[in-house]
């Protein structure tokens, strides 16, 4: 079955610091990639997402590079913010469309100090 | 810009009660899908729904669990025998078509069985 795995948390970091957490999936077939973020109180959000190999998602300075090599999605950041503190899901969708299901890592709890 | 609801934001009940958890998706999205979240754990699938009807579900997705969309607006989880393990945050999906990646989540729904 499907699975993916991330580095646990809580990741504390100064502000303007670079990150990057470490996302790797296991899948049949060639799956569509996510980085979905949980604010305190609230619900998911899709952050960014890159649907086939070498495919580069971004979104308010976050990046991740669908690596096939590698099976890996990591999320980076070049300098981070009090602002970006945050539960980080990784999360896969089978490719072929339908009506699937996200499968999502146990999340990476961020947190950014001033 | 749109965005789904859910109703209530947490629901307290006993052990043995039935709930139903509603949400109402994005109103041009075909695709409907809840998930869970027990505390400190990850997001789970539970049922995916389209065209009126279930698409996939997991193994969670029970007996016990229904779906419903009973208009052209809501769609709704139901818990027929609510158990102490089910105590959760309920999260509501929704995807406008099968060309499309994206779901976008509901705050959610806290649910507690005591």
């Known amino acids: 079955g499907n699975s993916v795995t991330q580095m646990e948390g809580p990741v504390t970091l100064s502000e303007e610091a670079f990150l990057t957490i470490n996302c790797t999936y296991t899948a049949t077939g060639y799956p569509s990639l996510f980085w979905y973020v949980q604010y305190p109180g609230e619900g998911l959000q899709l952050l960014l997402k890159a649907t086939k190999a070498d495919d580069k998602g971004s979104n308010k300075g976050f990046e991740a590079t669908y690596r096939k090599e590698t099976t890996s999605f990591h999320l980076e950041k070049g300098s981070v913010q009090v602002s970006d503190s945050a539960v980080y899901f990784c999360a896969l969708m089978e490719s072929g469309g339908g009506a699937d299901g996200l499968t999502f890592g146990k999340g990476t709890h961020l947190i950014i100090q001033p | 810009e749109p965005e789904v609801t859910q109703t209530p934001s947490h629901q307290v009940t006993q052990m043995g009660q039935e709930v139903i958890l509603r949400c109402v998706p994005i109103?041009?999205?075909?695709?409907f899908y809840w998930y869970r979240q027990i505390l400190g754990q990850k997001v789970e699938f539970l049922v995916s729904?389209?065209?009126?009807?279930?698409?996939?579900k997991s193994e969670i997705f029970d007996d016990q669990f229904s779906v419903e969309r009973p208009d052209g607006s809501n769609f709704t989880l139901k818990i027929r025998s609510t158990k102490l393990e089910d105590s959760a945050m309920y999260f509501c999906?929704?995807?406008?078509?099968?060309?499309?990646?994206?779901?976008?989540f509901g705050p959610g729904t806290r649910l507690t069985v005591t």
């Open positions: 109103s041009n999205h075909l695709y």
């Open positions: 999906a929704s995807r406008s078509t099968a060309n499309t990646y994206e779901q976008y």
């Open positions: 729904f389209y065209n009126n009807e279930i698409s996939e």
